[in-house]
């Protein structure tokens, strides 16, 4: 989530807004694909030859490049294992996400 | 059409009142346009397709300086207005019948989110049976969503209706959407004169434009608007009947707006309506009937003759059907011996009339027992005539002597 705000949240009660009109939120209470994810990703290093198709692939674009490899941002990805279907090199596995 | 009312000259200022010939939807058009409008969007249907017309050939013109967004479908219609109206915009559309059917989750939602939308509901029968014609069986269906609704009787009431219902929607104890709803065939292609009235009066009395100072898509206030508020165990349901309950204060605050807005309107336009029940004939009446809409004209011929020949009979029209005028009904109907009430509509669950079916909670807080009759009629474009009244007239007189049928009388039966 980004921390950028230019203008402070609209606060109804200063602003003698009655609190019965429509339903409006003005605290940010995020939950990111990876709160709830049940399967997770594992990229093969040996395997991954960087030609990107995880990438192209990924709908909501949590591929993340690295020197040699690329790997998963794991706050976003919801693991729809849609990269690891695709992978032509099968360098991605999906695993279980475990209770802590 | 009537093209020589769309010249781009018409509104050039003069001192004489200006009288046009025109059809119900047109006087609904140039009264959207006499208020400028931010957006509209639309999407044609019968009997309402002619007024989207109109709106597109005033926008055409030049004459009205509002954005047109031709939507795929009503649903789409009413959310693209949605968003019109958070981010400050004034904003109208009008639909019926299946349209208003296939806009019904963000019509739902309008009314939640206090968005001062206003809708010409160009009333229809509902299908099937298929029917294109007139009914208010589309209003009556959707009566408990929370919008303001109030049927006009006339084109000029069509007009200055619409203008009325902006402020009203917009007025801030309100800030609810409103369905100005106008007959389908009767009103909507009826030709009628109509006075216009000044557009710098309708800029006076208008004022400025706010109608989200209280929920906005505006990046300098950021907030989520509409967001979930929680389920059982927490917060969410005691959130969600503060806003319920806003919606009811709005409702009954409408009914002093709607009152207050129809007097202000009558100083400084000369013209008067009811802004939430008209008695007619009333004064020294015995029995009374019930109308809504355009059927009221032949309504009150019928009683002027019925009056003539001795009948001490009178009309209580409703105009503002939802939020339903108790307080008023129980005044115009005070001192009554008996009420036939005559729908264009059906309420399936009852088997009567959905006018009927309300009243009789009317007719309980009057104290005494009022025998009562349901007339439905007026079903798919069916005429009510000054006959038929008569025959409703007699059938009304006749329960101050004999019990009250406990079916619906169904006017054009035999047509």
């Known amino acids: ?100 | 059409m009537s093209t020589a009312v769309l010249e781009k000259n018409q509104y050039a200022a003069t001192a004489k009142p200006r009288h046009i010939v025109c059809e119900g939807n047109e006087a609904a058009a140039l009264a959207v346009a006499m208020v400028r409008p931010d957006m509209i969007s639309v999407y044609p249907i019968t009997p309402q397709s002619s007024l989207v017309e109109h709106l597109a050939k005033l926008v055409a013109d030049g004459r009205m300086d509002a954005e047109i967004v031709d939507a795929e479908g009503e649903h789409s219609v009413l959310s693209v207005l949605q968003g019109a109206s958070l981010a400050g915009g004034r904003t109208f559309t009008a639909t019926c019948g299946p349209g208003l059917a296939f806009m019904f989750e963000p019509y739902f939602r309008t009314s939640g989110m206090r968005l001062p939308i206003v809708m010409a509901l160009v009333t229809r029968d509902g299908i099937t049976p298929q029917s294109v014609w007139g009914g208010h069986q589309d209003a009556m269906t959707v009566r408990e969503v929370g919008w303001v609704q109030m049927y006009c009787e006339t084109v000029q009431e069509v007009l200055d209706t619409t203008i009325m219902a902006f402020k009203i929607a917009e007025h801030h104890d309100v800030m609810l959407p409103v369905n100005i709803c106008l007959d389908g065939n009767y009103l909507s292609f009826g030709a009628a004169r109509v006075t216009l009235p000044e557009q710098a009066e309708v800029d006076a009395f208008m004022g400025q434009t706010d109608v989200n100072w209280h929920a906005a898509l505006d990046p300098l206030r950021p907030m989520a608007v509409d967001p979930l508020t929680g389920g059982s165990g927490g917060k969410g349901p005691a959130t969600f009947v503060r806003y319920r309950k806003g919606q009811c204060r709005g409702m009954q605050n409408a009914l002093r707006v709607i009152t207050e807005v129809h007097e202000e309107y009558a100083a400084r336009f000369g013209r008067a309506f009811a802004p939430l029940v008209e008695r007619y004939g009333m004064e020294d009446a015995e029995f009374a009937l019930m109308t809504l809409g355009s059927m009221t004209g032949a309504a009150k011929d019928a009683v002027d003759e019925a009056r003539a020949a001795g009948k001490r009979v009178g009309i209580v029209k409703i105009k503002t059907f939802s939020p339903f005028p108790i307080e008023a009904l129980v005044k115009a109907l005070a001192g009554i011996k008996a009420v036939g009430v005559v729908d264009r509509s059906v309420a399936f669950r009852w088997n009567c009339g959905p006018m009927f079916q309300e009243t009789q909670g009317v007719l309980y807080r009057l104290g005494y027992h009022v025998p009562a009759a349901s007339f439905i009629g007026g079903l798919a474009g069916a005429d009510i005539t000054v006959e038929h009244f008569h025959r409703v007239i007699e059938q009304t007189e006749a329960l101050l002597r004999a019990p009250a049928p406990t079916e619906p009388i169904w006017i054009n039966e035999s047509d």
């Open chain 1, 1 to 100: 989530m980004s921390t950028h705000r230019a203008y402070p949240m609209f606060d109804p009660a200063k602003s003698g807004v009655p609190d019965d009109l429509c339903p409006i939120a003005t605290e940010m209470s995020p939950m990111l694909p990876g709160d709830w994810r049940s399967m997770r990703p594992i990229v093969d290093r040996d395997k991954c030859v960087k030609c990107a198709v995880c990438w192209l692939y990924c709908p909501v674009q949590c591929i993340v490049e690295r020197p040699a490899w690329f790997d998963i941002d794991l706050r976003t990805c919801k693991g729809c294992g849609i990269c690891a279907t695709e992978c032509p090199h099968r360098a991605i596995v999906m695993v279980a996400e475990t209770t802590e």
